[in-house]
T-cell receptor, first 114, second 119 residues
């Protein structure tokens, strides 16, 4: 069965520092992978997605993620974090070709120190 | 486009009362999804529709939960009777059909959510 693991429940970084949020997935076939961000009291916004092809994908707000099949990972990165990036981040994998049917990880809460 | 619109944004009710959550998807989107977010279980899919037809309701927790989509621009999620353990944020999301995986056309857009508190 598909599953998504985000090992870090809470991460704190200083503004300007680099960021990496970890995501591991379990899926038998080629996975369709996503990162979403949720600000307090808001819905989820898509940051980026991986379907196939280039394993390094670029997203909005300066985020990127790298798909590594050998490690079953899809880690999210940003070279320099801004205070406005403080939010909760969710990794997700689609269940088959209906891309709205998602398994979500439990999320990583990001705190940014000024 | 105004995006996916959910109402109410906040609902506080007493145990045993009926709760109805509403969703207006993005015009032209053929898929509609209801998700629930709780501290205990995280984000989980409850049910989804394609062209107003329920396709998979295996995530609906109990018979107390029901969802309908009478037309392409409106869906409801109803809980009757409500219980304290139903307290959660309920999200509606929609996505377009077509374009295929490679185009990324069928990617979800979420509403802001309805926060339900059952006392």
């Amino acid at each position: 069965a598909q599953s998504v693991t985000q090992p870090d429940i809470h991460i704190t970084v200083s503004e300007g520092a680099s960021l990496e949020l970890r995501c591991n997935y379990s899926y038998g076939a080629t996975p369709y992978l996503f990162w979403y961000v949720q600000s307090p009291g808001q819905g989820l916004q898509l940051l980026l997605k991986y379907f196939s092809g280039d394993t390094l994908v670029q997203g909005i707000k300066g985020f990127e993620a790298e798909f590594k099949r050998s490690q079953s990972s899809f880690n999210l990165r940003k070279p320099s974090v801004h205070w406005s990036d403080a939010a909760e981040y969710f990794c997700a994998v689609a269940r088959g070709s209906t891309l709205g049917r998602l398994y979500f990880g439990r999320g990583t809460q990001l705190t940014v120190w000024p | 486009d105004a995006g996916v619109i959910q109402s109410p944004r906040h609902e506080v009710t007493e145990m045993g009362q009926e709760v109805t959550l509403r969703c207006k998807p993005i015009s032209g989107h053929d898929y509609l999804f209801w998700y629930r977010q709780t501290m205990m279980r995280g984000l989980e899919l409850l049910i989804y529709f394609n062209n107003n037809v329920p396709i998979d309701d295996s995530g609906m927790p109990e018979d107390r939960f029901s969802a309908k989509m009478p037309n392409a621009s409106f869906s409801t999620l109803k809980i009757q009777p409500s219980e304290p353990r139903d307290s959660a944020v309920y999200f509606c999301a929609s996505s377009p059909l077509g374009g295929g995986v490679r185009s990324g056309a069928n990617v979800l857009t979420f509403g802001a959510g309805s926060r339900l508190t059952v006392l």
